[in-house]
């Protein structure tokens, strides 16, 4: 009976609340924030009609209200609706990319070399750019500025050459990236130098870089280089000087491309790895729905963490990245070892690990984005020269990757004394 009640009660309150006006008022903001973000009106239909037939169907979950639970559906959505990126593992590989001329493909050469030098990896470039006399020198200082590798010949005018030749100078290097001409058109000269350069490379990645301002030629674009060699992965460029990249996000979807990273400025260091979530915060810079948007993914992350999830499986690296993100929302982590148990388990905690700030959570979490995913799921690996690599590529030092290491050992031990049971649910207060 208790039951029943329980459903006649969850009825009442969803049928009662959900407002079929406040859903239409809110897909048609949503409509507006996609179409002036030059995403194409099919990709827009598709969202909000997902996000319409969801938001009047199915449940308010009690710990939102109604507005919270439409705006969770709308987030949800607009993830799917935009799709995960293009995750490249810090290992080794060839990358190479393609582009219309102006697209970025120079400049994004450099910064994705240096993006993959910072994070450990020997990182090299090759120019294949000998269409336009420029390029040559362009990437060469790009590369000499940042301590890059660079291959290139003045001299040869076949590309597949020169990419031969790179190739086998750089055979130790473990990352190379490959720049190749852009013209004004994807005209049967380049088609062909493309695939003969991709054929000789066999590159593991191959990006289409793609100017964000092109909006909805994007689609086109992307599709004549991808029947042309295959893509693997969309770099959009100059995110910084439109809030058009919607176009360029709509031909990625429309192929079932992924977006891997973004240019954000001129500068080398204006590049980032595409994230979804921070995507859609920006493609929908609108206070009200900002500011519940960061509610639900407060929300949203907390119920990732589960700590009894944390119990059966292995305890990695991994975890503590997803407390870490946990305990920033929740305040410092003496608080939430407070919380713990921790005086029955037997351990000692020092104190400088009662003081791990929300600084040193940071630097943490920097440390692990310069691991590798082996690392990652599997410490035991990290000896002191690896050590010293991941200090180098998070701009810490080896002290802090030791004080990291240090940190997931004591938590692991209180993990697995827990798992042992003795001590029950895991009773941190705050988490759900
Ligand atoms: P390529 O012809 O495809 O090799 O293009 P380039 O790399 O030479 O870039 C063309 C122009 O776009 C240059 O002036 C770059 O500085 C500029 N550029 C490239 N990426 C970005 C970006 O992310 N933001 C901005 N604002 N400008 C960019
Ligand atoms: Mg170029």
């Known amino acids: 009976a208790l039951e029943a009640l329980k459903d006649v009660v969850r009825k009442i309150k969803s049928s009662s609340s959900i407002d079929k006006y406040l859903v ?5 903001d949503i409509q507006r924030a996609l179409l002036r973000a030059d995403v194409n009106v099919r990709h827009v239909k598709q969202i909000s009609d997902a996000i319409k037939k969801r938001a009047l169907s199915e449940d308010v979950l009690p710990t939102f209200n109604v507005r919270e639970h439409i705006i969770k559906i709308v987030y949800e959505e607009l993830m799917r609706g935009i799709g995960e990126g293009l995750d490249i593992p810090l290992k080794k590989a060839k990358i190479m990319l393609v582009g219309l001329q102006g697209s970025g ?8 070399a240096k993006y993959f030098k910072d994070k450990g990896l020997k990182a090299g470039v090759i120019t294949a750019d000998t269409w336009r006399p420029a390029a040559y020198d362009q990437l060469k200082q790009l590369a000499e500025a940042y301590d890059i590798g660079f291959y290139g010949d003045k001299n040869e ?9 790179g190739l086998e100078k750089m055979k130790d290097y473990d990352i190379i990236i490959i720049d190749t001409a852009g013209r004004h058109a994807l005209e049967e000269g380049l088609i062909n130098e493309m695939i003969e350069i991709s054929r000789v490379a066999n590159p593991d990645y191959k990006l289409l870089v793609l100017d964000a301002a092109i909006g909805q030629l994007a689609s086109t674009q992307a599709k004549r280089f991808h029947d042309a060699i295959g893509i693997d992965g969309i770099v959009i460029t100059k995110f910084d000087g439109t809030a058009k990249g919607g176009g360029a996000l709509s031909a990625a979807r429309e192929i079932g491309i992924p977006i891997a990273f973004l240019g954000t400025g001129e500068k080398v260091e204006d590049f980032e790895k595409f994230d979804p979530a921070g995507f859609v915060s ?3 810079g609108m206070g009200d729905i900002k ?6 993914e407060r929300v949203v992350q907390q119920e990732d963490l589960d700590p009894e999830a944390f119990l ?4 990695t690296l991994k975890d503590v990245y997803k407390q870490i993100e946990a305990m920033r929302k ?4 003496s608080k939430i070892i407070e919380m713990l148990p921790l005086g029955g388990l037997g351990l000692k905690i020092d104190d400088d690990m009662m003081e791990a700030t929300q600084e040193k959570m940071q630097k943490f979490k920097y440390i692990m984005d310069s691991m590798t995913e082996e690392e990652i799921t599997n410490p035991a690996i990290i000896d002191s020269s690896r050590i010293r690599r991941i200090a180098i590529g998070s701009g810490t030092s080896p002290q802090d990757v030791k004080e990291l290491l240090k940190y997931y050992k004591t938590m692991k031990s209180v993990m697995k004394k827990m798992k042992k049971g003795k001590f029950g649910k895991l009773p941190i207060k705050g988490f759900p």
């Not at 493909?105 to 994705?112: L, N, P, Q, V, Y």
């Not at 929740?330 to 982590?333: A, D």
């Open 312 to 315: 059966k499986g292995n305890f």
């Open 291 to 296: 500011a519940l948007l960061e509610k639900v």
């Open 24 to 28: 239409e008022e809110i897909v048609r």
């Open 330 to 333: 929740m305040g410092p982590v």
């Open 105 to 112: 493909k120079t400049t994004t050469t450099a910064k994705m």
């Open 157 to 165: 005018k076949d590309a597949v050459k020169i990419v031969r030749d």
């Open 282 to 284: 920006r493609l929908l």
